[in-house]
């Protein structure tokens, strides 16, 4: 054997053993059940066992009777893929990795989705996104008063809420009754939002502003036109929730009339004594100001006496017979988690209902089990009508998505837009275990795509028309490009660490679509890569086809 | 689920509303919509088509700009200057707007209920106080919202754009996001996002795939009529057909000859009003061009005069070239900020935040020049706790809407409905007739 020849060999068995070794680490790297570690609230036998199995049958049941009532057909349950991709885009605002989801088909076909939201739990950037979710409803997204009022630091703390646990009604007592200055006590930062910078009472956060909001926010109703006018349209119904009496201009006011002591200062947000507290409001037909008492539009029983006017509304606003407060974040939740509310809008629930069944059976849970944020996204994650697909063999119309018997479409927010991108461009999770660097990048890519993108601000579950600005962006926009370019880890990662190139066109599906290809998708792209010649060209063109498709653009 | 909000009809859903854009998206792409078209660019009722915005992000002062007072103590030494209309001062500084004040008159007893930046620019933008409950549409989203003609369906380009957008761009609010206007920046620089990363050939290979992989959702779908209408591709063709359209030219000022371009001063302010100028020949309905750093808590006097420098050569030469082309007639110009300034001079010689009695330019589009509507007082207490009674023939902003919604020909008085059925009027205010009668 001459050394020519020897070298050859040589050159070939390096070349073998390159290929082997590459397509083992990459199997390693996607595959390795090792790699993520189990979530710290992941405990089998509870979520098998206990009562969260026994709810969620009851709500399915109550699903199937609603929609054999209501003739719908009924679409087929999704599978366990995208269901993930649902529940990180309502809870983390991202989509899953490869990782994530190579390591989640290796569970137990029946605990995927329980093993599944234990980890997003846990997971720092639910309570980032859930607190950035919330606070839009109680702040909404303005930067409101300049140095009184701290939007960061009111998230922040949220999100420390949130990762705790908290008892949701323990969450908003405080929020509503909290005082102090708005960095040290974040929480008062609800009231600082809601003062008028020059209006000449910057001493007062605005009790109708307030009014509004709480009602909104809390119990799920919107009741801001009995400010100026008493409800002559049927709208509006307060008073005894099995006999509910039209709304009159003087429920709003004295609901307005519990923040009548309310002040800001320096020294932070404080109340005055109750006697010293008023409300006075010139209402429609009189001819000057009167003098309004506090007073709360239904179940008065439940408001307690002897103690401040903002503490007595928290009780009566969290108090576990108020079933307005517990159907409001029920109802929120759901819209969240899945795109759409089951009532809507999300903040404007009658008093008197009807109420779809399912979703009593979830705010009794509610408010059995302490309020209990966590345990309601689990049943929510877990029901029936959760997990149905967005497709059918019938025609799917509106009537089938506003009863839940299919899954209802919705477009991407921007952040999550903004945030799939991010991480359909990287096969391990952006989550507070990557580098740092990693994240800041994100975090700042993300900021100025939503930007450039148009940020629906507060009134986040009306959807409206994708726009042009919209479509250019993520054609020609700098993150889709700079992501999947040549400064993409992961298109030269997959061409060149993919055994052949079915596996390479099978990754970039999971880590853009979180989805295998089709036999037809992979019949077409195995063509195209070998009219692009290169690997790593197919899959950046792979990847800027499968970002901009409508597929990836719609929540489904 | 029966809705239960305020003033509740037919619940108009987001079906109706992106099947609406859709169809309106889709008919203003075929050649059938530009050959139509091309038979209707006359405009036989002369009503205004367009409107351009000139945005004062900050609030300029009154007393330096469209209301000085000369010799009094409020002016704080501030001076004034003859126009070509008689009787009509400018600020010193105005000196090319001066002549062309025929054809410019000033509202300068404006008033607001806010006071704060934030809230006063989506007042003046929308017409409307904030509310929690809803986003107002802005001005600009509400002409291209009313207005739906066949000259409309020639236009490639955005119809509502704005150039350098400040804080707060005009948004559609609740008649939708495809409603917002198209930012962009100085136009001396390329349009952000309007050119692929790669060549053609392999932009047309990425098409290739994106058309594959649509299809099959698309097909996948087809039974969804619940998302039958949204779901389409219209506003990925109308990108395509954006980034491909002659009429981006409009934002080229660069191939402009240089005396043309420095007639508007040789700013990013001044090269933009000379593109708002093209882009409304294209059939654009409205371009916003913003100016800021009116905002003059301390030093009001010379840094007013700073800006006015780039305000004064930018707004004179686009009424000169409006008038030169024959345009001014069916372009409404209206010129102002959130608010005007204190009539008095803080310790650190700026003047702070005032919405008792401003002033705003209009000209262009039925507005009458050489008029002055609404009085503002030349003696202002410090301690004045009703500034209101001081002004003369005062209006709320929500009349500066009603007069340019009117002069466009669409009725600010009807009730839109918002995406949960509750009827709004477009405009609360009333038009301000004075400005307009011949």
Redesign the interface.
């Given at each position: 054997m001459n050394s020519n020849r020897l070298n050859l060999v040589a050159k070939n068995v390096l070349f073998l053993l390159v290929c082997v070794g590459s397509g083992g680490v990459l199997s390693i790297f996607l595959t390795s059940p090792t790699a993520l570690t189990a979530p710290k609230s992941w405990k089998p036998k509870s979520n098998r066992a206990a009562s969260v199995t026994e709810v969620v049958g009851s709500i399915d049941s109550a699903f199937d009777d609603q929609w054999s009532d209501a003739g719908l057909e009924v679409a087929n349950v999704a599978d366990d893929w995208l269901v993930a991709r649902r529940l990180s885009l309502g809870l983390t605002g991202t989509i899953p990795s490869v990782q994530e989801l190579k390591t989640l088909e290796q569970q137990p076909s029946d605990q995927r989705i329980s093993w599944w939201v234990s980890r997003l739990l846990d997971d720092k950037r639910t309570h980032d996104y859930m607190a950035e979710r919330l606070a839009r409803a109680w702040v909404g997204v303005e930067g409101g008063p300049f140095l009184l009022y701290r939007r960061r630091r009111f998230i922040a703390w949220l999100s420390d809420q949130i990762e705790s646990n908290r008892r949701y009604d323990y969450l908003v007592k405080q929020l509503l009754t909290d005082e102090g200055i708005w960095t040290d006590s974040p929480a008062v930062n609800f009231y600082t939002r809601n003062i008028i910078p020059d209006s000449g009472e910057e001493d007062k956060p605005d009790p109708i502003l307030l009014t509004g909001r709480t009602v909104r926010a809390f119990v799920g109703m919107r009741i801001d036109c009995l400010q100026c006018h008493d409800d002559f349209l049927d709208n509006i119904y307060v008073g005894d929730p099995d006999g509910p009496r039209n709304g009159e201009q003087t429920d709003f006011h004295s609901l307005a009339a519990f923040f009548g002591g309310t002040r800001a200062s320096f020294f932070g947000i404080k109340d005055i004594s109750n006697e010293n507290a008023s409300w006075k409001y010139q209402l429609l037909h009189d001819d000057e100001e009167t003098e309004i008492e506090p007073a709360v539009p239904w179940s008065p029983e439940l408001r307690p006496e002897g103690m401040p006017l903002r503490k007595q509304l928290a009780h009566w606003v969290t108090h576990p017979e108020n079933r307005p407060f517990s159907r409001a974040i029920v109802n929120r939740m759901w819209a969240i988690m899945a795109g759409r509310p089951m009532m809507e809008p999300v903040d404007n629930i009658p008093l008197d209902g009807p109420f779809p069944e399912a979703m009593e059976i979830l705010v009794d849970d509610f408010i059995e089990h302490e309020f209990d944020l966590r345990r309601l996204i689990r049943l929510i994650a877990n029901s029936k009508a959760y997990r149905l697909e967005s497709v059918a063999d019938h025609e799917i119309t509106a009537e089938h998505e506003r009863g839940l018997a299919v899954f209802p479409m919705s477009r991407l927010r921007p952040e999550q837009m903004a945030g799939a991108i991010s991480q359909a461009a990287s096969l391990r999770p952006i989550d507070e275990s990557a580098h740092i660097f990693v994240q800041l990048r994100k975090f700042g890519e993300v900021t100025q795509f939503v930007q450039r993108y148009g940020d629906p601000g507060e009134n986040e579950f009306e959807q409206s028309g994708e726009t042009v600005t919209q479509k250019l962006l993520m054609f020609n926009g700098e993150m889709v490009n700079t992501r999947i370019g040549d400064e993409s880890f992961s298109s030269a990662h997959i061409a060149g660490l993919s055994p052949d190139t079915e596996t390479a066109i099978e990754t970039v599906y999971l880590a853009a679509l979180s989805r295998r290809p089709t036999e037809e998708e992979v019949g077409y792209f195995l063509q195209r890569f070998e009219e692009h010649g290169q690997r790593e060209r197919g899959v950046m063109q792979l990847y800027w086809s499968l970002i901009n498709s409508l597929e990836f653009g719609w929540n489904h | 689920?029966?809705?239960?909000?305020?003033?509740?009809i037919e619940h108009i859903?987001?079906?109706t509303?992106?099947k609406m854009?859709?169809l309106s998206g889709l008919s203003w792409l075929t050649p059938l919509g530009t050959a139509l078209a091309r038979h209707s660019e006359h405009n036989p009722s002369k009503r205004p088509l367009s409107l351009i915005v000139l945005w004062l992000e900050g609030a300029p002062s009154q007393l330096e700009t469209f209301d000085p007072h000369p010799d009094t103590e409020i002016a704080a030494g501030s001076k004034a200057i003859k126009s070509r209309a008689p009787g009509i001062l400018l600020g010193e500084g105005l000196v090319q707007t001066a002549e062309q004040m025929d054809s410019i008159s000033l509202v300068r007893a404006l008033t607001s209920r806010?006071?704060?930046h934030?809230?006063a620019i989506y007042n003046i933008k929308t017409g409307f106080r904030?509310?929690?409950?809803?986003?107002h549409p802005s001005i600009g989203s509400i002409i291209c919202h009313q207005l739906h003609t066949d000259r409309d369906r020639t236009v490639d380009i955005?119809r509502h754009i704005s150039i350098l957008p400040g804080q707060m761009p005009g948004r559609?609010g609740?008649l939708?996001?495809?409603f917002?206007a198209?930012?962009v920046n100085d136009p001396v620089n390329p349009i952000?996002?309007?050119?692929?990363?790669v060549d053609d050939s392999?932009q047309k290979?990425?098409l290739k795939?994106?058309s594959?992989?649509?299809k099959?959702?698309?097909e996948?779908?087809k039974?969804?009529?619940?998302?039958a209408g949204?779901?389409g591709?219209h506003?990925?063709q109308?990108?395509l057909k954006?980034?491909s359209s002659e009429q981006l030219e409009a934002f080229n000022v660069k191939d402009v000859s240089e005396s043309e371009r420095l007639a508007y001063g040789d700013s990013p302010f001044g090269r933009s009003c000379l593109a708002a100028l093209r882009l409304i020949e294209k059939g654009v309905r409205c371009v916003e061009v913003t100016l800021g750093g009116w905002d003059t808590h301390a030093n009001n006097h010379e840094l007013q005069a700073g800006r006015i420098n780039v305000l004064d050569p930018a707004f004179a030469n686009l009424i000169k070239e409006l008038k030169k082309r024959d345009l001014l007639e069916t372009t409404m110009v209206v010129c102002g900020g959130e608010f005007g300034r204190t009539p008095h001079v803080n310790p650190l010689g700026g003047r702070d935040?005032w919405p008792h009695g401003f002033s705003m330019a209009m000209a262009g589009g039925g507005v009458q020049g050489g008029r002055v509507i609404g009085e503002t007082s030349p003696i202002v207490s410090k301690t004045e706790t009703k500034p209101k009674s001081l002004l003369k023939d005062s209006h709320p902003v929500k009349d500066i809407h009603a007069t340019i919604l009117s002069q466009m020909g669409i009725d600010y008085e009807q009730e839109l409905d918002t995406?949960?059925g509750r009827p709004l009027a477009v405009c609360e205010g009333s038009p301000i007739t004075s400005l307009l009668d011949v």
């Open positions: - | 689920m029966e809705d239960h909000s305020c003033g509740s859903r987001r079906r509303l992106l854009a859709g806010e006071g704060d934030e809230r904030m509310d929690p409950t809803l986003k955005p559609g609740y939708g996001d495809q917002d198209f930012k952000s996002d309007i050119n692929a990363w392999e290979s990425r795939d994106l594959f992989l649509d099959h959702f698309l996948r779908n039974n969804n009529k619940a998302v949204s779901l591709t506003q990925q109308a990108a954006m980034m935040h995406p949960i």
